[in-house]
């Protein structure tokens, strides 16, 4: 599935006007002291919004971007000298995929699924070991992003704490699981993994698309 296109309005920046894409928008507030900005499911309510009072939209529209210029400049830019993970999950629990993908080309580099059953934890949890084993494996200094706090959290107790149980439907899920813990508990790494700044940079180059 197509990811939904937006529009960023610009009211306060270095360049207000009405943009396409997340990158142009950010480029037109950062270094914007007090900048005024919004995202727009299409182009007619963009335009309506430019042409009205930022005031009248501020608070209104959950999910828009929120960071300050100060904040965007202070996150910075995404290093591409990594790879990015995510997973999706039709349900919860539900079918469930996840894969990893370079981040700056999206070339998908791994990809497990779809399973029966699953849950969107469990298949960022299993994306961020698999992609940890795909580095070492290849004896890369790349770093892993990750949008996933549960995930990274599991990752450094070494365990899955879902509350999913175990049937015939996700028994290889489960499996994967097993396989994925016992690769934490007997393999050491050094690959840093770094939470995706999504409100700053968009969503994770790895994403499915499902929003």
């Given at each position: 599935?197509?990811?939904?296109?937006?529009?960023?309005?610009?009211?306060?920046?270095k360049r207000p006007g009405i943009y396409e894409n997340w990158e142009d928008c950010k480029a037109?507030?950062?270094g914007a002291k007090g900048a005024?900005?919004?995202?727009?499911?299409?182009?007619e309510l963009a335009k309506k919004a430019y042409n009205g009072n930022y005031d009248e939209y501020k608070g209104k529209k959950k999910g828009s971007p929120e960071l300050s210029a100060a904040d965007l400049l202070?996150?910075?830019?995404?290093?591409?000298?990594?790879?990015?993970?995510?997973?999706?999950?039709?349900?919860?629990?539900?079918?469930?995929?996840?894969?990893?993908?370079?981040?700056?080309?999206?070339?998908?580099l791994f990809k497990?699924?779809?399973?029966?059953?699953?849950?969107?934890?469990?298949?960022?949890?299993?994306?961020?070991?698999?992609?940890?084993?795909y580095l070492k494996q290849r004896n890369s200094d790349r770093i892993i992003y990750t949008d996933s706090r549960t995930a990274m959290s599991w990752v450094r107790k070494k365990s899955c704490n879902t509350k999913l149980i175990e049937n015939k439907n996700n028994q290889k899920v489960f499996d994967?699981?097993?396989?994925?813990?016992?690769?934490?508990?007997q393999n050491d790494y050094n690959t840093p993994i770094v939470k995706w700044e999504t409100k700053a940079w968009g969503e994770i180059p790895a994403d499915f698309g499902r929003k």
């Open positions: 599935m197509a990811k939904k296109k937006k529009f960023y309005v610009v009211w306060k920046g037109a507030i950062s005024q900005y919004m995202s727009f499911p299409n182009f202070k996150i910075g830019d995404p290093s591409f000298h990594s790879i990015a993970v995510d997973a999706a999950s039709s349900g919860n629990p539900g079918i469930m995929e996840y894969q990893g993908v370079d981040t700056k080309t999206k070339k998908v497990q699924g779809p399973f029966k059953e699953g849950t969107n934890n469990i298949g960022e949890f299993l994306a961020i070991v698999h992609g940890l084993a994967l699981v097993r396989r994925a813990i016992n690769w934490l508990e």
